[in-house]
């Protein structure tokens, strides 16, 4: 059984950052909150999430699966407005997950969760970790897209650095140490990733969200950050693109 309480904004950004690597997900509930783990359908990145209870105006859950289609929820957001609080019920088995806004009721059909990826969370370490706000990195990526398709993270002991390179245009982001919340990087560590994939994590993420990102050579990027003011947390992995010599 489930049921719950949410603000409209707690429930978009919560969407907002599922979307970015499926169309499908199991929600894990529990008595403390929501889990969720996805991987896309490429197998390139992860998302491994949890809101917490207290991101609920209300909330009753017991240990239950259920598998939902985030579009449909997004339709259901499209009709609600800002400040308004949606009621979400599910009572298990093959039910439909009762979604009301305002006067409108929407009996939304599930999808078998038993039918979608359960992927193993692995333990990724990087050597290399730095605070940054989410607006300078999309000021960034910005810059990046018109000049190529992937996207190179470096650090140093003294400043963080993101560049991106095309057949005849670079550009370079760099923040010196003293203009971060934080940096640790004991000798110069770097990977190439995916821009598309960096871009659309990044931009799912509150814009006033400082995140942390750990970076290692040729190693997958891990990217934690707060979600539902701060009543949940999520991360994402991203695979590395292997450089050819």
């Not at 800002?82 to 009721?105: E, H, M, R």
């Not at 929407?106 to 730095?130: F, L, S, Y």
């Amino acid at each position: 059984m489930f049921k719950a309480k949410v603000k409209m904004e707690v429930l978009r950004e919560v969407v907002e950052v599922i979307s970015t690597l499926v169309s499908e997900v199991k929600l894990s509930v529990s008595k403390d909150g929501v889990d969720v783990k996805a991987v896309d359908p490429s197998h390139v990145a992860m998302l491994v999430l949890h809101v917490n209870r207290g991101a609920f105006e209300e909330f009753t859950g017991e240990a239950t699966d259920i598998g939902l289609d985030i579009e449909k929820i997004k339709e259901v957001l499209r009709l609600s407005k800002p400040g308004d609080v949606l009621d979400l019920q599910y009572d298990g088995g093959k039910s439909k997950l009762v979604v009301t806004v305002g006067k409108l009721t929407r009996h939304m059909g599930v999808v078998d969760p038993a039918g979608i990826t359960d992927p193993k969370v692995p333990n990724v370490n990087p050597p290399g970790t730095v605070k940054v706000n989410t607006e300078e990195l999309r000021q960034g990526i910005r810059g990046s897209e018109s000049v190529s398709d992937h996207v190179t993270l470096e650090l140093t002991p003294e400043h963080f650095i993101m560049h991106s390179e095309g057949e005849t245009d670079r550009v370079d982001l760099k923040i010196p140490k003293d203009a971060l919340p934080e940096l640790s990087a004991k000798e110069t560590v770097k990977s190439m990733y995916p821009l598309d994939f960096f871009s659309n994590m990044v931009k799912s993420i509150s814009t006033d969200e400082v995140v942390t990102l750990h970076v290692g050579n040729e190693y997958p990027l891990k990217i934690e950050f707060k979600i539902a003011n701060g009543k949940g947390d999520g991360s994402f992995l991203l695979a590395p693109r292997v450089e050819e010599d």
